[in-house]
């Protein structure tokens, strides 16, 4: 954990950035739902490491998170933070969005960045990507006991696919592997914000 | 994958047929819910995948369905399936129950494949093939928000577990591998038929 | 599993009396829900089992309880003993919440006696105890449809923590494992009680 460089170093800026991320999600989640100050901590732990762990379990390591207090710290952080940000969020619900949206684009790009280190093809690097990057938010509509975001409303999942997906041509196009993951990231907040401002939604099937 | 012979084949192809059964189920829940096109995908991929990847991770071994396209691809084309199919199954309900009994049986059984292959005790391979079988199913009903249909209504685990015991018995009467698998399934297949046909509940403690 | 000596066999016992309890809570939650028997058995036996499953998936190695069939019979014990109990639990709600106390309680400092053998650090204890502490009842409550206990109430987690805390400082002071183990419980367990009995709740952050 100490003593890295470079590449480890960048991961673990944005693996940060994404914990952060979740957890003021997961906080904001449980304000709504009038959780007590533990189940805001809770929801916002369990938010911020869910992916990570997921990621860890899937890919068959010892959880990250559950062996560098790191993550846990900068969990219990981003529940603090959300703590003064509740009123503004309240006012400006498509926030809380914004702030789900960030943490979306760093654990997508993480996890898929787990099935490129291991040479796996375009579809598994999709998948490992898209089950890190919505299994945090999937897990805390879950416990809130609500229909994850992910499956009910604008591009959301198709973002996450799209980052990656640009992630994936870039790392084969031999762009190192940190500006190869930055741009996924960017480009899955783009287009998840776009479709918050512009409500953009896929068609459904009716019954 | 490619490249197979004989018992690996054959448990290919059970496989597939559970991965494009569930995914239909999965699909069709998401149309009832509303969910949009990506929604409907999610779902029937989760419905579908679960399964498999909650057997592997009990197994401790990596989900194939995250190494091997091919799952996936099934998964997106149930989902497809089902598409057409919607109509159909809104004035024939009991076909959504009939698609997700060939799920359970299929992967009933290749859950108790994998614990037989291990030599484990009856038991073990029942708690085996029966979360394999469920899997799929509870996480979808969990992910609909919904409690899962394997809790609450007609004989459902059970059909799963006598299954898997007939499974269990043949392989100890030296039936090969594949035939006591798809014995084992038929027997599933059809107890949960049944039970759906003449409405067999099991009793209820009152409170 | 048989031919233990002195501390496998101590904390085998532990473990039975959590699975246990944590059996006894799941069946009632399923009456409450107008389950039916097999709704009863499987969700006691996914509340008793949840718990060390969680804990052994997280710490890699195969889920104890698919291999030796004595948590499953005591799981399925547990669900029978709810039975007599449910006209006096009816009566007496708190019952309920103690029975899930002694779970919590068991579980909690089992989980982290897996990470103090790792020689983890005192935040990756607390994790690792509280995971495996809650994993039980936080699936009970999904599948049934329900915000988690955990997420809404009185000193719950907290008082995990405190307990495993507790462990933690025994074990560094050179207490062996058993008796440390056994105190962190205690006070788990005392904790919790006494925020039932008193109606001890953290702060909202209101909205």
């Known amino acids: 954990m ?7 170093l960048a991961f673990f800026v944005l693996e940060i950035i994404g914990v952060v991320a979740f957890a003021m999600a997961g906080a904001l989640r449980a ?9 805001m901590a809770v929801l916002a732990v369990i938010t911020a490491l869910g992916g990570g762990i997921i990621r860890d379990l ?3 390591r ?16 981003g529940a603090l933070l959300a703590v003064p940000a509740i009123g503004f969020i309240t006012r400006h619900p498509s926030w809380f969005k914004a702030t789900d949206a ?3 684009a760093v654990f997508s790009v993480l996890g898929a960045n787990v099935a490129l280190a291991q040479g796996l093809n375009i ?9 890190t990057g919505i299994g945090g938010g ?9 229909v994850p975001l992910v499956l009910r409303q604008e591009i959301y999942g198709i973002a996450s696919l799209t980052g990656i997906a640009v992630q994936y041509v870039l790392v084969h196009l031999h762009v190192p592997l940190i500006p190869a993951a930055v741009a996924g990231a960017v480009v899955i907040f783009l287009v998840r914000l776009a479709a918050i401002r ?4 896929l068609p459904r099937v009716r019954r």
Chains 1, 2, 3 share one sequence.
């Open 138 to 146: 999937v897990v805390r509509d879950v416990l809130a006991n609500d």
């Open 62 to 77: 010892f959880p990250a998170s559950l062996s560098h207090p790191v993550y846990f710290i900068f969990a219990l952080l």
């Open 31 to 39: 304000v709504e739902r009038d959780m007590d100050l533990f189940g």
């Open 123 to 131: 579809i598994s690097v999709l998948l490992f990507g898209l089950l």
């Open 2 to 8: 100490f003593g890295l460089h470079g590449i480890e």
């Open 198 to 201: 512009w409500n953009w939604n």
């Open 58 to 60: 899937l890919a068959q």
């Open 102 to 104: 960030l943490g979306l």
